[in-house]
């Protein structure tokens, strides 16, 4: 029972959170930058605040009570370390896969992402009209980074969902339930960055909505085995905490933060990391 319903909710923030992006791709391509920009920040907040809170605590709090020994602060930075490594890979690869839909460097396609348009590649439309095959496979690798990536943010779930005392009465609620709505929220801009291309490569939005949403479902299996293997004893699960918060952090700092900053350089993404942090804060407590 406690599998079913981490998939279930592990569904709706992969599947349909990319599959959400992956329509208001379709829909709406334009003057969404402050909108995407508040959004990528708070969820950082969010999450920065889980994992500072919560995740990374937890071992803590177990070492306290007699459960771990009391190097566990070592084991704790160790997995984060290699969480964060781990991700950071992966959109290394992502990001080398990704820029070989155009084979150079203007004022049209610039190296940063600073407007939802480069973002999620819709600008390629624009100056490419001829070339939509490229746009189309542009779309198909996306689609394929987009479910690597979903695999340890899945994790990251379950890990946080293995650390709950009483899943039944903490469902909705525990540190699970939060990751699984903000990463839900990350997925939103991930989403778009998959179905832009492959519509402006030809596929029709009937077909690119539902193959967008599909490449969140390793959210899933991410899931499924980062609460596997919080489940076999204390070390697993520090070894799964450190490593989803490790994970987290890089998609904060990595992704989130830098991306929000350079699609509205104002004060307001800070603002809206800030009221992110203390939203998470309150939502770990209570």
Avoid at 43 to 56: K, R, Y
Avoid at 81 to 87: F, P, R, S, T
Avoid at 201 to 221: D, E, F, H, R, W
Wanted: aromatic share 6%; charged share 10%; net charge negative.
């Amino acid at each position: 029972m406690d599998y079913l319903a981490i998939i279930v909710i592990t569904f709706i923030s992969g599947v349909i959170g990319t599959g959400l992006g992956g329509l208001v791709g379709a829909l709406l391509r334009r003057e969404s930058n402050k909108i995407v920009s508040l959004l990528l920040s708070f969820a950082g907040g969010i999450m920065l605040s889980v994992v500072c809170f919560d995740l990374m605590s937890e071992p803590i709090e177990m070492m306290k009570s007699g459960d771990l020994p009391s190097y566990t602060p070592l084991i704790v930075v160790a997995a984060v370390i290699v969480g964060y490594a781990l991700v950071y890979l992966l959109n290394l690869v992502i990001d080398k896969r990704t820029n070989h839909e155009v084979s150079h460097i203007d004022e049209a396609h610039p190296q940063t992402a600073d407007d939802l348009d480069e973002l999620i590649h819709s600008n390629h439309l624009q100056t490419h009209k001829k070339q939509k095959s490229n746009l189309f496979v542009a779309g198909l690798v996306m689609m394929l980074a987009i479910a690597l990536h979903n695999l340890p943010e899945g994790m990251v779930i379950g890990a946080s969902y293995a650390a709950t005392p009483n899943l039944t009465a903490d469902l909705f609620s525990g540190s699970g339930f939060i990751m699984a709505i903000v990463i839900g929220l990350h997925n939103i801009p991930e989403g778009m960055s998959v179905s832009v291309p492959l519509i402006s490569g030809g596929m029709s939005k009937v077909k690119a909505v539902p193959l967008t949403a599909l490449s969140g479902l390793p959210t899933v299996l991410g899931a499924l085995i980062g609460y596997a293997l919080g489940g076999i004893n204390d070390i697993m699960l520090v070894l799964s905490l450190g490593f989803a918060s490790g994970a987290m952090l890089y998609v904060v700092f990595g992704e989130l933060l830098p991306e929000s900053i350079l699609m509205w350089k104002s004060k307001m993404p800070a603002l809206a990391v800030f009221v992110g942090v203390l939203v998470g804060f309150l939502l770990v407590m209570f």
